[in-house]
């Protein structure tokens, strides 16, 4: 968002006398305070900047918006060449290993900004995730994605099931789903994939990857993968995915007509659901912690600075990241506006997480979300992260489609990784 900008007398009179001081503001002005990006994230920022610039009125500000993927790969050739570089990133969790693990960002534990003194004010998960291997905080959370189970009231009722069938374990999850596609034709999930990385991720030792561990070591042929492919192959041989990808036009079609009994997904869901995805649902829809009470996160943003970015800009900079993560009010704004679920403690604690949810037939969701949240243990990303993820869902294709066994698959996994992790 581009503002008017008027440079104040004194500053052109003392360029016009000459002053360094007057100068070096001027030239500063020339240049604005940029924002990076992508949708949703960029309208809460534009959101601040009305403010930011009565506040501010020497201090011209642009927010530059991209999609998702490509806000992410602009901002992984800005950070290598240092070219084009904005004055605050917004970053997604699933891309922040790959960001945090390199020197691409500024340490704002470091004394000059001090992030260190707010790290207590966050749900634990989401600061820890932040800090690089010397445990530097790099990046502030602004808001999270507590998952959980959504599933169709009315379906299971018809199925003669209840929401324990469902959570009490990962196989009872499949065996509910069984019953479900007998009983009602509906089925489970939309893709076995979104079943193998929860079942993954909620056996990942807290303080380790959900690939790799402590030591960058892949631990793709662990327990806990063999019984993610297990189940999911279990669930494609009895025909409960309904092999449609989330946010593509089937899967929405099948949710709004009642053909998928089950949705994890972070919290946010919701409010896609009710927005546009499946607007004609509400009311049959609840939500659940996830099976075994497996506590994790989808999704998540965060703001971090450039190290190379303008130096006479990073203490604005600094400041505006501040009012986009440490504001109790904003973060609430944001959450009632766009579903962006605050990661400040502060704004969890407001009378609007006891409203019942209509859409969720009144159920008062955001307390069983705020519960999730508190709950999460830290899974450290790597800088790998995205190609692992690549990797394990090629194999499990492989076992699905082409009948490879599983052990051979984790144990191919496994040694891609090892190879590109020492590369």
């Given at each position: 968002m581009s503002t008017p900008f008027h440079l104040p007398r004194r500053h052109l009179l003392a360029a016009a006398l000459g002053s360094a001081a007057g100068i070096a503001q001027a030239k500063a002005a020339e240049t604005p305070l940029t924002v990076a990006a992508f949708p949703l994230v960029d309208v809460i920022a534009k959101d601040l900047l009305q403010g930011w610039v009565t506040r501010h009125p020497e201090v011209r500000t642009q927010v530059i918006s991209r999609q998702y993927d490509d806000h992410h790969t602009a901002m992984t050739t800005a950070l290598s060449t240092s070219g084009h570089l904005p004055d605050v990133i917004a970053l997604e969790t699933s891309y922040l290993g790959r960001f945090s693990l390199g020197t691409g960002l500024e340490d704002l534990s470091a004394p000059v900004f001090g992030a260190e003194r707010f790290k207590d004010r966050f749900v634990s998960f989401a600061i820890d995730t932040a800090r690089n291997r010397d445990g530097r905080i790099v990046?502030?959370?602004?808001?999270?994605?507590?998952?959980?189970?959504?599933?169709?009231h009315d379906l299971l009722a018809q199925a003669g099931l209840k929401e324990s069938d469902l959570t009490a374990s990962w196989e009872s999850y499949v065996e509910a789903g069984a019953q479900l596609k007998a009983r009602t034709g509906a089925y489970l999930i939309g893709d076995v994939r979104l079943l193998k990385d929860v079942i993954v991720r909620g056996g990942t030792p807290a303080g380790e990857g959900q690939f790799f561990d402590h030591q960058q070591r892949p631990q793709i042929t662990s327990a806990r993968y063999v019984r993610a492919f297990e189940l999911a192959k279990k669930v494609r041989r009895l025909g409960l995915d309904a092999r449609v990808e989330v946010w593509f036009n089937d899967w929405a079609e099948m949710l709004k007509r009642g053909r998928l009994a089950t949705e994890i997904s972070g919290g946010w869901m919701a409010g896609q659901m009710a927005n546009w995805v499946a607007p004609g649902t509400a009311g049959k829809w609840r939500v659940a912690q996830l099976p075994e009470n497996t506590f994790c996160s989808y999704g998540g943003t965060y703001y971090a600075i450039p190290r190379r970015s303008a130096p006479e800009k990073k203490q604005l900079a600094w400041q505006?990241?501040?009012?986009?993560?440490?504001?109790?009010?904003?973060?609430?704004?944001?959450?009632?506006?766009?579903?962006?679920?605050p990661a400040l403690l502060a704004a969890q604690e407001d009378a609007f997480f006891e409203q019942p949810v209509p859409f969720l037939g009144g159920q008062p969701a955001r307390v069983l979300w705020r519960d999730a949240a508190r709950r999460i243990p830290v899974v450290k990303?790597?800088?790998?992260?995205?190609?692992?993820?690549?990797?394990?869902?090629?194999?499990?294709d492989n076992v699905l489609e082409y009948g490879k066994p599983i052990a051979q698959a984790l144990e191919d996994a496994q040694a891609l990784l090892v190879h590109r992790a020492n590369r």
């Open positions: 990046a502030m959370p602004t808001d999270i994605g507590p998952g959980s189970l959504f599933y169709r505006l990241i501040q009012e986009l993560t440490l504001d109790r009010q904003r973060q609430l704004d944001a959450f009632r506006s766009q579903d962006a679920f990303m790597h800088r790998q992260h995205k190609f692992a993820d690549e990797v394990v869902n090629a194999e499990l």
